[in-house]
């Protein structure tokens, strides 16, 4: 197995470290992460400077150099520091390993401790390695296209590598998963390696095949060329290298998904999140539309039908100036809301619920309070794409994390609103293209710095929040799915993948290829029609109904979709496996199976779109015992079939849908009987 690494920074300290094939014997080499010095290339420039190893032991205030949101002293345990010391210059190298993974994630700092300015910090990639491969067959990097709006967001993508053929991907504006999703498995026929960006921003990947076994990986900031002023640091991204072996490709993107739910999902009471199901009053009243009456209303009319959701959800809108005109006014409009929103969260409280509340506070319009108090805490953009060029025409502003300021200001004002209003979900949106605000006006000897310093800053927002809250369950939202990396996946539940929402079919390509990546993901539906509903089913689901009604079949219906989603909804977040190819075709099936094998029990979902010919498709399973009996049972029909799992394996099973458009629910588990 190869070196990998990892860079990170945090405040004034500098943390490099390199993962070496023997997890036994740490080593730290300049060989596996690059950068240049004044043009001169890492590996020349460390040959000077004095190294030290060292195992970190939990410091009294883990958060002074952990560049994460830490859940326990004993996560830190895992990490090994190697430090490399010039009399300009620091750099430290960190590395955090998962044996139960065979997993390591690794992160670099820079900081001058002089005091004069460092000379210039360039290209830094905090991995830079050649990656060996064993096994059969070509070289094929899969990947997928993030969140862009699209009915093909996170669409499938795989490509062979071939030698002298690079391969490079960046996400689109600053966000981390807008464009590309920030996650890559690279393998042969048995085994690979899974990379995986720890960064909110511009980030750069690049894989060139070497020769039919070696792959070298380049990870890092997409532009960095720096000097660092005296006692200043700056950190860098992370990387993560995950090696995997197993029957095929799909092996290692369930690893991967395992991986993420044990170390990269946030946990209360020590347990994974389990993220809402929720009842939005957006199916019948418009965002700026919302008043204290009519939302307490809602809730009433949730709970008078003892419809089984857990969560109330306030969405965009109740600020001053309403959505997205009022981004930067952060007070609820007064003529709306007379009493503030805390009678809303009280209504809900009152009736078991818990309270969702969304926010976007790193947005500011013209006009607002924030633009017009304080216009020296406001980013401006510029060199914009023609297709975003109304950003700078119509006066939008950034709110800059990486002043301490204005983070210091949002982060109380928010924190006491959490506070104040009684949230217990804090719902965070972003509707901006960062990049092209971070860039403007950059010197040329600090590029990099104001989005390392506002990428910090977001981090230590969050990170506030959870330690004033540890309760608190924050939802991570960014024009749907377009910050989806390591470093917010550690911090956040994300309930709105994307703002492509609604269609039926874009919903089921989402769940068939996002899956490949994520154990915890959804969006929801705005019908109880069971296609429409079972199309937007997962971890999280939020209901846009029309709750006026006084229809009983209405809420019988509903009901009953909800407590379908309920008995099915543990098995989202394991084992995943497509059991039908990726299409946005209507006349296509389409149908996916999430296999939980601690139980040995599963669901499958299949979906005969509206202009599909055939009315049966034969599905075959994957991951269930050879001589072990499973019992089917079809949540529409009620029928049980009991089935070998060699023959389900093997030869598959079909599943009829008479309607089209069309759905099936089928769960199954080891042993006769009903699941």
């Known amino acids: 197995m190869s070196n990998t690494l990892v860079l990170f920074v945090r405040a004034s300290v500098v943390t490099a470290i390199v993962v070496a094939a023997n997890a036994d014997q740490p080593s730290v080499s300049p060989d596996s992460f690059s950068f240049t010095l004044d043009g001169v290339a890492s590996r020349d420039v460390l040959a000077g400077w004095k190294r030290k190893h060292s195992k970190l032991a939990p410091p009294a205030e883990p958060d002074c150099w952990v560049p994460r949101y830490a859940e326990s002293l004993a996560e830190l345990e895992r990490a090994d520091f190697v430090t490399y010391r010039s009399e300009t210059l620091d750099l430290a190298a960190q590395r955090e390993t998962f044996p139960d993974a065979d997993a390591w994630i690794q992160f670099v700092t820079f900081a001058n401790n002089s005091q004069r300015d460092s000379g210039i910090i360039a290209d830094v990639y905090p991995l830079d390695t050649v990656l060996r491969l064993d096994g059969d067959g070509p070289i094929v990097l899969r990947y997928a296209k993030g969140s862009h709006n699209e009915q093909t967001d996170f669409q499938p993508m795989e490509a062979s590598l071939v030698a002298g053929k690079p391969l490079t991907f960046s996400p689109y504006g600053g966000r981390s998963s807008d464009g590309f999703l920030p996650f890559f498995n690279l393998s042969t026929a048995h085994s690979g390696y899974i990379i995986g960006i720890a960064w909110t921003g511009q980030w750069k990947a690049t894989f060139e095949a070497i020769d039919e076994r070696s792959v070298r990986v380049t990870a890092g900031m997409e532009r960095a060329r720096f000097r660092l002023a005296p006692k200043e640091a700056a950190r860098t991204p992370g990387v993560l290298a995950?090696?995997?072996?197993?029957?095929?490709?799909?092996?290692?993107?369930?690893?991967?998904?395992?991986?993420?739910?044990?170390?990269?999902?946030?946990?209360?009471?020590?347990?994974?999140?389990?993220?809402?199901?929720?009842?939005?009053?957006?199916?019948?009243?418009?965002?700026?539309?919302?008043?204290?009456?009519?939302?307490?209303?809602?809730?009433?009319?949730?709970?008078?039908?003892?419809?089984?959701?857990?969560?109330?959800?306030?969405?965009?809108?109740?600020?001053?100036?309403?959505?997205?005109?009022?981004?930067?006014?952060?007070?609820?409009?007064?003529?709306?809301?007379?009493?503030?929103?805390?009678?809303?969260?009280?209504?809900?409280?009152?009736?078991?619920?818990?309270?969702?509340?969304?926010?976007?506070?790193?947005?500011?319009?013209?006009?607002?309070?924030?633009?017009?108090?304080?216009?020296?805490?406001?980013?401006?953009?510029?060199?914009?794409?023609?297709?975003?060029?109304?950003?700078?025409?119509?006066?939008?502003?950034?709110?800059?994390?990486?002043?301490?300021?204005?983070?210091?200001?949002?982060?109380?004002?928010?924190?006491?609103?959490?506070?104040?209003?009684?949230?217990?979900?804090?719902?965070?949106?972003?509707?901006?293209?960062?990049?092209?605000?971070?860039?403007?006006?950059?010197?040329?000897?600090?590029?990099?710095?104001?989005?390392?310093?506002?990428?910090?800053?977001?981090?230590?927002?969050?990170?506030?929040?959870?330690?004033?809250?540890?309760?608190?369950?924050?939802?991570?939202?960014?024009?749907?799915?377009?910050?989806?990396?390591?470093?917010?996946?550690?911090?956040?539940?994300?309930?709105?993948?994307?703002?492509?929402?609604?269609?039926?079919?874009?919903?089921?390509?989402?769940?068939?290829?996002?899956?490949?990546?994520?154990?915890?993901?959804?969006?929801?539906?705005?019908?109880?029609?069971?296609?429409?509903?079972?199309?937007?089913?997962?971890?999280?689901?939020?209901?846009?109904?029309?709750?006026?009604?006084?229809?009983?079949?209405?809420?019988?219906?509903?009901?009953?979709?909800?407590?379908?989603?309920?008995?099915?909804?543990?098995?989202?977040?394991?084992?995943?496996?497509?059991?039908?190819?990726?299409?946005?075709?209507?006349?296509?099936?389409?149908?996916?199976?999430?296999?939980?094998?601690?139980?040995?029990a599963g669901l499958v979902q299949a979906f005969r779109r509206g202009k599909a010919p055939d009315a049966t498709l034969h599905l075959r399973l994957r991951g269930l015992g050879e001589g072990a009996t499973y019992t089917l049972t079809n949540l529409d029909t009620s029928a049980d079939e009991s089935i070998a799992g060699g023959r389900l394996m093997a030869e598959g099973f079909g599943i009829r849908i008479d309607e089209a458009p069309g759905s099936a629910v089928i769960v199954y588990a080891r042993g006769r009987g009903r699941n």
């Open 242 to 600: 995950l090696r995997w072996e197993g029957r095929d490709w799909l092996a290692g993107q369930n690893q991967l998904r395992r991986f993420l739910l044990r170390h990269f999902t946030p946990r209360l009471s020590g347990a994974p999140v389990v993220p809402p199901i929720a009842a939005s009053p957006n199916g019948y009243v418009s965002f700026n539309d919302v008043t204290q009456a009519n939302l307490i209303d809602c809730v009433e009319r949730v709970a008078s039908h003892a419809f089984p959701v857990d969560t109330f959800w306030l969405d965009a809108g109740w600020n001053a100036g309403g959505f997205p005109l009022g981004m930067g006014n952060p007070e609820p409009d007064a003529a709306r809301f007379p009493n503030g929103l805390k009678p809303v969260s009280d209504a809900a409280h009152a009736r078991g619920l818990k309270y969702l509340q969304w926010f976007e506070p790193e947005r500011v319009m013209p006009g607002t309070w924030l633009d017009t108090q304080h216009p020296e805490w406001l980013l401006k953009p510029a060199g914009l794409p023609p297709e975003l060029a109304y950003h700078e025409k119509d006066g939008f502003r950034l709110l800059d994390l990486g002043n301490d300021d204005a983070r210091a200001w949002i982060t109380s004002k928010i924190s006491s609103q959490v506070s104040a209003y009684g949230v217990d979900v804090y719902r965070h949106d972003f509707n901006l293209f960062p990049l092209y605000y971070w860039r403007n006006d950059e010197p040329e000897d600090r590029q990099g710095i104001r989005e390392i310093r506002y990428i910090e800053g977001l981090y230590d927002f969050f990170d506030t929040l959870r330690r004033d809250h540890p309760d608190l369950v924050i939802d991570n939202c960014a024009s749907g799915g377009r910050r989806l990396d390591l470093e917010m996946l550690r911090r956040c539940v994300f309930l709105w993948r994307t703002d492509n929402c609604w269609d039926p079919i874009a919903e089921q390509c989402m769940t068939h290829a996002l899956s490949l990546w994520l154990p915890v993901h959804g969006v929801g539906a705005v019908s109880v029609n069971p296609y429409e509903f079972r199309s937007g089913l997962g971890s999280s689901f939020t209901m846009a109904l029309d709750y006026r009604s006084e229809n009983p079949a209405f809420w019988e219906q509903a009901t009953a979709r909800v407590n379908e989603l309920k008995r099915v909804r543990e098995f989202f977040s394991k084992d995943y496996y497509p059991l039908s190819p990726y299409t946005t075709a209507e006349d296509a099936w389409i149908a996916w199976q999430f296999h939980d094998p601690e139980k040995d």
